[in-house]
């Protein structure tokens, strides 16, 4: 059973700019779908973004044309190039595949974008 590891969160300003990292504790080669989701205070986990084995990509309206979602299967990582953001990008950011795991959640990645 793989287990997901995310970093790369952090405090930035609005309009500015952070790429998370997923590492995965074995191979994601087999999966077909890897995704992207989040936690803002208060609220759902939600879908956010996913990638194909084939490097096709899904985005929700809200981040699309903002966040960039890769995989490296050799590496059996996930990326997400999170660009422009915005104070409603605050959350916590996890990966898992798609449709989710219930039983692999990572401990996620905590983003605020703040002034």
């Known amino acids: 059973q793989v287990q997901f590891v995310e970093s790369g969160g952090g405090l930035v300003q609005p309009g500015g700019s952070l790429r998370l990292s997923c590492a995965a504790s074995?191979?994601?080669?087999?999966?077909?779908?890897m995704g992207w989701y989040r936690q803002a205070p208060g609220k759902q986990r939600e879908f956010i973004a996913r990638?194909?084995?084939?490097?096709?990509?899904v985005y929700v309206d809200s981040v699309k044309g903002r966040f960039a979602i890769s995989r490296d299967n050799a590496k059996n990582t996930v990326h997400l190039q999170m660009d422009r953001l915005k104070p409603e990008d605050t959350a916590v950011y996890y990966c898992?595949?798609?449709?989710?795991?219930?039983?692999?959640w990572g401990q996620g990645t905590q983003v605020t974008v703040s002034s």
């Open positions: 074995g191979s994601i080669d087999s999966i077909l779908n």
């Open positions: 898992n595949e798609f449709p989710p795991d219930p039983t692999t």
């Open positions: 990638s194909t084995r084939g490097d096709a990509t």
